[in-house]
């Protein structure tokens, strides 16, 4: 069983990335896929809209994944493990949290061994000036850990900007894939998902 945690600010676009990818990356892996929201904002929705989508969701409403709910985090992903058996845990945390922070909690992961651990981190590209302002040092730590890093709602901005953000992750994330995405028309989710894919 392998994972993926997929941050990245609250209203970055996670949630619509993920419903417009996981089809995909399941047709392309032949994997069974089951997902961990924790909606630190708005509890429940996410959810509720993934489960119209058929997709087997487990929430964890209470807290953020990295700090209050770090047990139980690992009880849950041993839960599905163990009675859904999917191939893929996608997790998609709260806004707020540190993916570095998950990591070391699965580090403590007692469960039957797992395979790979990716992290992709979203970054809004319309809001980019702001968050470089307020949240510089949340940032950086999510990009340090990125395995990959999407550009969301590309289609908004110019290639102005998103050169300026390429050129602004890259001493944080390395060689490490950065793609722009559009989940609203689709720009490169395909190229996302073979990059994930194919790592």
């Known amino acids: ?37 924790n909606d630190f904002g708005n509890i429940g ?25 770090g047990p139980n985090f690992l009880e849950t992903v041993r839960m599905i493990h163990d009675k859904m058996n999917p191939d893929l845990i996608v997790v998609e945390p709260s806004g707020i949290a540190d993916p570095d922070s998950i990591l070391a909690t699965m580090e403590h992961y007692r469960g039957p061994p797992l395979g790979s ?29 990125a395995d990959i890093l999407l550009l969301t709602k590309s289609d908004e901005v110019d290639e102005t900007r998103l050169r300026m953000m390429e050129e602004y992750a890259r001493p944080f994330v390395g060689d ?24």
């Open 1 to 37: 069983m392998d994972m993926v945690i997929i941050a990245g600010f609250l209203g970055s676009g996670k949630t619509t990335l993920i419903l417009n990818s996981i089809g995909r990356i399941s047709e392309r892996a032949g994997k069974r896929i089951a997902i961990i929201v």
């Open 45 to 69: 929705i996410d959810g509720k809209v993934m489960e119209k989508y058929g997709l087997k969701v487990q929430e964890l409403p209470r807290g953020c994944i990295c700090c209050t709910l």
């Open 117 to 145: 651990i990716k992290t992709v981190v979203v970054l809004d590209a319309v809001r980019f000036p702001i968050l470089i302002q307020a949240m510089k040092n949340p940032l950086h730590l999510q990009l340090r850990v």
């Open 176 to 199: 490490k894939p950065i793609i722009p995405v559009s989940s609203v028309n689709g720009t490169n989710v395909d190229k996302f998902v073979e990059t994930l894919v194919g790592q």
